[in-house]
């Protein structure tokens, strides 16, 4: 079971967006504004799009979490992924109380899939440098 750790970062990941959806769907009850309309409540808008940009970033982050596990290694991935969910509720939490607020969170989930993309990136190069002059 040497992935276990990141099965569970993966899942968290996933439970995370379920939960930023979840606060779209409250948002919109709160201030009766119904699907499909995207508009018309600040508070709303900043929430539909703080719960985009999570989905933007899940293709950058989860490849890179598990390409870094597999060829690199998997408690560091874990770790970081999970620094990377702690970015994400940070960002969705501040860009929900106002747009200026989701730097903090930005950086840090930025921070932890650019880790994760460049370390996997820098493995898989060096494995195949080295397995071609071997």
């Known amino acids: 079971m040497p992935h276990t750790s990141i099965a569970l970062v993966t899942l968290l990941a996933v439970l995370v967006y379920f939960w930023m959806a979840a606060m779209v769907a409250r948002t919109r009850r709160r201030v009766g504004i119904f699907a499909p ?10 929430t539909i799009r703080a719960h985009i940009n999570t989905l933007e970033w899940l293709p950058i982050f989860l490849p890179s979490l598990w390409l870094f596990a ?15 969910i702690v970015g994400r509720i940070i960002y969705f939490v501040g860009y929900r109380a106002a747009a200026g607020k989701r730097r903090l969170g930005f950086a840090i989930q930025a ?13 898989v190069i060096y ?6 002059a071997s």
């Open 127 to 132: 494995l195949l440098v080295t397995a071609g």
């Open 111 to 123: 921070a932890a899939a650019s880790a994760l993309a460049v370390g996997a990136l820098g493995r």
């Open 70 to 84: 597999i060829y690199w290694n998997s408690p560091v991935a874990a770790a970081l992924g999970a620094v990377w």
């Open 37 to 46: 309309v995207m508009t018309g409540d600040p508070t709303l808008e900043r």
